[in-house]
């Protein structure tokens, strides 16, 4: 066979596992996390949520709403009393007042939730971004690695009718065809978990972006975003900033807690009911029958005094003070653990691209040429393409780690952007 089996591996890599499409049906990196970020149920519910939260702190500087209520009195009675003639009108209009500086903990309180739902939306919008690259990267992944399973059938298929010719010369025993009559058959199994797995990671990323196609992404993924080196990906940051959404959400919590509990504390002091009447006497002369009623209802704290409302609010506040502090604990730990992830990625890669890959392609290729040459057995050619493939399917899963440790990077340290290297 004249086939240069390192050359066809690297053809593989460059048209992946599709053909080439136009340039518009190319879907990028860029536009699929567009396209998620418009459609993420959890962003819509954070967005819901921002909304409910901006209108409750609106609402939160108001005053309790006043109340109306007309009195009607000596009516439906006996005699003059009998209908509403001599009836004695009053017409109140009553006010609560908040005491205690209650109205301004209920405003710190909703200002504090209306921050946390900002710092929520923002940590929606990160994770989504951070899952969607992840997505996109394990499908481009499934497409290069059903690309390599497809070469590896179609280079077995060679291997097989050159085997027969050989076989039927009396080149090979019937062991050493039997040896590439199994390898056919794995390449074939391997070609069919390969593009099973390429169009399950496609759906899964049609479902990060709200398609209803069941067949998942239809199209090509940019390679060129999928092959860049360590070194345009890595961050500057070096440490969790202070401002992550998380940190913000579970301190705005804490804020919102404090607040909360300090409305609670002065739960105790009863509010005031202000109220003022104007009063109609029917039996009175004209222009002396209306007079003024003013009125204070003060409720006595005697048996509930808030008790249960203040100690719920305490707990609260002790759960929120310990979340914020299992989140920085938390974030610095997902930190540590992106970083070694990173540069176990980093150097897993540079090792397969710069020796490992070049060396394995070698040899795989002088293993065709000593076998057509009848220099090397049959088995050498097998295992060295066996090398072969398993170190192509090292370096692109390699890259895939590389672009998902960067995805988490990007969650904890960042908004996405490329900065410089580490």
Same mark, same amino acid.
């Given at each position: 066979m004249r086939i240069e089996v390192a050359a066809a591996w690297v053809a593989t890599l460059l048209i992946g596992s599709v053909a080439p499409l136009h340039a518009a049906e190319v879907l990028t990196h860029e536009a699929a996390v567009a396209q998620a970020l418009q459609r993420a149920p959890q962003i819509l519910v954070a967005e819901a949520n921002l909304a409910a939260a901006a209108a409750a702190a609106r609402q939160s500087r108001w005053p309790s709403n006043p109340e109306i209520e007309i009195e009607a009195e000596n009516v439906l009675g006996d005699g003059p009393y009998a209908d509403f003639d001599g009836a004695e009108t009053t017409v109140f209009l009553r006010q609560p007042v908040t005491m205690g500086g209650k109205r301004g903990a209920r405003v710190d309180a909703a200002r504090a939730r209306l921050e946390q739902a900002q710092a929520e939306l923002e940590l929606a919008q990160r994770g989504t971004r951070r899952d969607v690259t992840i997505a996109y990267a394990n499908a481009v992944l499934s497409d290069r690695l059903a690309a390599l399973?497809?070469?590896?059938?179609?280079?077995?298929?060679?291997?097989?009718?050159?085997?027969?010719?050989?076989?039927?010369? #009396?080149?090979?025993?019937?062991? !050493?065809?039997?040896?590439?009559?199994?390898?056919g058959a794995e390449?074939?199994?391997?070609?069919?978990?390969?593009?099973? =797995?390429?169009?399950?990671?496609?759906?899964?990323?049609?479902?990060?972006? #709200?398609?209803?196609?069941?067949?998942?992404? &239809?199209?090509?993924?940019?390679?060129?975003?999928?092959?860049?080196?360590?070194?345009?990906?890595?961050?500057?940051?070096?440490?969790l900033p202070d401002s992550h959404p998380q940190l913000r959400a579970r301190r705005a919590a804490l804020a919102a807690a404090v607040a909360q509990q300090h409305l609670e504390d002065r739960g105790a002091i009863p509010d005031p009911v202000l109220s003022l009447?104007?009063?109609?006497?029917?039996?009175?002369?004209?222009?002396?029958?209306?007079?003024?009623?003013?009125?204070?209802?003060?409720?006595?704290?005697?048996?509930?005094?808030?008790a249960a409302e203040r100690a719920d609010a305490r707990r609260a506040r002790v759960v929120?003070?310990? =979340?914020?502090?299992?989140?920085?604990?938390?974030?610095?730990?997902?930190?540590?653990?992106?970083?070694?992830?990173?540069?176990?990625?980093?150097?897993?890669?540079?090792?397969?691209?710069?020796?490992? &890959?070049?060396?394995?392609?070698?040899?795989a290729t002088l293993a065709q040429r000593g076998f057509e040459a009848g220099r090397l057995s049959l088995t050498e050619?097998?295992?060295?393409?066996?090398?072969?493939?398993?170190?192509?399917?090292?370096?692109?899963?390699?890259?895939?780690?590389?672009?998902?440790? !960067?995805?988490?990077? =990007?969650?904890?340290?960042? =908004?996405?952007?490329?900065?410089?290297?580490?």
């Open positions: 399973a497809r070469a590896r059938r179609v280079d077995a298929e060679s291997l097989r009718a050159a085997s027969e010719r050989r076989l039927a010369a #009396g080149l090979i025993s019937e062991l !050493q065809y039997s040896q590439v009559v199994l390898a390449a074939a199994a391997a070609l069919n978990r390969a593009q099973a =797995d390429a169009g399950s990671a496609r759906r899964l990323l049609a479902r990060w972006l #709200g398609s209803g196609d069941i067949d998942g992404i &239809a199209g090509s993924f940019d390679e060129r975003w999928f092959d860049l080196p360590p070194e345009s990906l890595t961050t500057a940051a070096s440490r009447g104007a009063r109609r006497f029917a039996d009175a002369p004209a222009g002396e029958n209306r007079a003024f009623v003013l009125g204070v209802a003060l409720p006595l704290p005697l048996w509930d005094r808030n929120t003070e310990t =979340d914020l502090d299992a989140a920085q604990r938390d974030l610095a730990d997902e930190l540590a653990q992106a970083r070694a992830a990173f540069n176990a990625a980093a150097s897993e890669l540079r090792a397969l691209t710069e020796s490992a &890959a070049p060396a394995a392609r070698n040899a050619r097998l295992l060295a393409e066996q090398a072969l493939q398993s170190t192509e399917e090292s370096l692109q899963r390699a890259r895939f780690r590389l672009h998902q440790s !960067q995805a988490q990077l =990007d969650y904890l340290l960042q =908004d996405g952007s490329r900065l410089t290297k580490m």
